[in-house]
C-alpha cells in the first residue's frame, strides 16, 4: 500500500513538471460576471477583453499570442474560490487577475498563493490584500490612498461641512475598511461624526438608516458599500428629504449603478484611481482605442482590469526573452512570473506603476469625480479639479 501510494504521488508529480506552457499563453481572469457584483465585474470583463485584443493585435508575447481565460465568481466567495480552483487546475493558467471584491480575495486567495500560481487583483481595495501572501499584488490601490481624496474634495465644494453621517455595509470586507479610512480622515480633518449606520450588501430597505441620517441634522453623508445597496440607498437618502453632499466609496463607482439610484444618483462624489485625463503616452493610447470602440471614455475598473492584463504580458515579455515560454513547465514559469511582476515598471492606463515587495502597487495620480445624470437614465463621472 505504502508503494503503491508513493508511486502514485511520483507519477503525479511528474505530471506536474512535464507540464509544458501551451499557446496561445493562458492568463486567467476570475471577476463577478452575474449577480448583483457584476455591477462592478462587468466592466472588468471589458477592460480585460480590450486589453487581450490590443495586446495581441501588438504580436502578444514576442510574437506568441495571448488567450484569456474567463471564470465568473458570481458575488461570493464559494464562486471565487471554485473560479479559482478550475484556472489553476483546469485551464492551466500562467496567472489569475482576480478577484472582484475583497472580500472574495480574502477567501480566494490564500488558494493560488497555496499553488503558486501569481494573482494581480484589479479592484481589491481593502487594507491587507498584498499580505495574504507572496503570490498576491494588487493594480488598485488601496482604501487608505484613494478615499481620502474624496472627503478633501467634499470640503472644497462646501467649507462650512461640519457634521457628518457615515454609513458601511458590516457583512463586505471592503467596505468596513473603506469606513475605517473614511471615518478617520472626517476626523483628522476636524468633522464631526453624529452617526455610524450598518447595513447589509444585501439590504434593499434602509428607512431606518436614512431616518437616523435626518435626525442629526448632518451636511454630509459618506456611504461604503457595492452599487446595488449603495444605489437604493443613495435614492432613498434623496426620497426620504436629504438635501447634503454624499460621497460613495469605491463600490459605488459605476455607471451600472446609475439604473438603480436613477436622477438621485446626481451629485454624488466618489474618490478614482484613473482618469481618461491621465497624461501618460500608455494611457492617451488606450483612451483613444477605447473610446473609439465602446464610444465612452474608459471606467476606473476597466482601466484596472486592463493594467492587470498588461502587466502580466509585460513581465511575460521579459522572462520570453531570457528563455522561450515554450521551453518553461509550467510550474516553474508562475513562480518567475510573480518574481518578475514585482521586479518590472509598467507604463499602463493608470500611469508609471511598479509594486513594493509585498505586492502593493506603487501608483502616483488619484482623482476625484461627480455623478452628472442629465436624466434618469443616462449621466456621466464628471472629474473635478
Ligand atoms: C473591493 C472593492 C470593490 C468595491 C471594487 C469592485 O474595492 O472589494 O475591494
Do not use: H
Not at 490612498?145 to 470640503?155: D, S
Not at 438621485?264 to 482605442?289: K, L
Not at 531570457?322 to 492606463?349: A, F, H, I, M
Request: charged letters at 20%.
Amino acid at each position: 500500500m505504502k508503494r503503491t501510494l508513493s508511486l502514485l504521488t511520483l507519477a503525479t508529480l511528474t505530471l506536474a513538471s512535464a507540464q509544458k506552457v501551451v499557446t496561445p499563453v493562458q492568463i486567467g481572469v476570475a471577476v463577478a460576471q452575474t449577480s448583483n457584483t457584476a455591477l462592478l465585474g462587468q466592466e472588468e470583463v471589458i477592460g480585460a477583453k480590450f486589453a487581450e485584443k490590443l495586446i495581441n493585435a501588438r504580436g502578444g508575447i514576442n510574437g506568441t499570442p495571448i488567450k484569456l481565460v474567463f471564470q465568473d465568481t458570481g458575488g461570493d466567495e464559494a464562486g471565487a474560490i471554485n473560479a479559482f480552483q478550475n484556472l489553476i487546475s483546469k485551464d492551466n493558467v500562467v496567472g489569475i487577475v482576480g478577484p472582484t471584491l475583497s472580500q472574495q480575495a480574502f477567501a480566494a486567495d490564500p488558494i493560488a498563493d497555496r499553488a503558486k500560481v501569481p494573482v494581480l487583483g484589479p479592484s481589491n481595495t481593502a487594507k491587507g490584500i498584498p499580505q495574504i501572501g507572496d503570490f498576491i499584488a494588487r493594480v488598485s490601490a488601496p482604501v487608505a490612498v484613494v478615499a481620502p481624496n474624496a472627503i478633501k474634495q467634499a470640503l472644497k465644494l462646501d467649507p462650512k461641512i461640519k457634521k457628518v453621517a457615515v454609513l458601511y455595509a458590516q457583512n463586505d470586507a471592503f467596505s468596513v475598511s473603506e469606513t475605517g479610512t473614511f471615518q478617520q480622515t472626517a476626523k483628522d480633518l476636524g468633522l464631526n461624526v453624529a452617526t455610524v449606520q450598518k447595513f447589509q450588501t444585501t439590504d434593499n430597505d434602509f428607512t431606518t438608516q436614512v431616518t437616523a441620517v435626518l435626525g442629526d441634522n448632518v451636511d454630509l453623508v459618506i456611504i461604503s458599500g457595492l452599487a446595488n445597496d449603495g444605489g437604493n440607498l443613495v435614492k432613498q437618502l434623496r426620497q426620504l428629504g436629504y438635501k447634503g453632499l454624499i460621497i460613495g466609496g469605491n463600490g459605488l463607482n459605476t455607471t451600472n449603478m446609475f439604473p438603480v439610484c436613477q436622477k438621485y444618483c446626481d451629485g454624488v462624489i466618489i474618490a478614482q484611481a484613473y482618469s481618461p485625463a491621465q497624461a501618460s503616452a500608455a494611457n492617451q493610447v488606450f483612451v483613444r482605442e477605447y473610446t473609439a470602440q465602446y464610444k465612452k471614455a474608459p471606467p476606473q475598473f476597466a482601466a484596472q482590469a486592463y493594467t492587470g492584463v498588461q502587466v502580466f504580458v509585460d513581465a511575460l515579455r521579459v522572462i520570453d526573452r531570457k528563455k522561450k515560454l515554450s521551453e518553461w513547465n509550467l510550474p516553474d514559469l508562475r513562480v518567475e512570473l510573480n518574481k518578475q511582476v514585482l521586479l518590472g515598471k509598467y507604463n499602463t492606463p493608470l500611469g508609471a506603476i511598479s509594486f513594493d515587495k509585498e505586492g502593493e502597487v506603487n501608483q502616483k495620480d488619484f482623482y476625484v469625480a461627480q455623478i452628472k445624470m442629465q436624466d434618469a437614465k443616462n449621466g456621466t463621472f464628471v472629474y473635478l479639479k
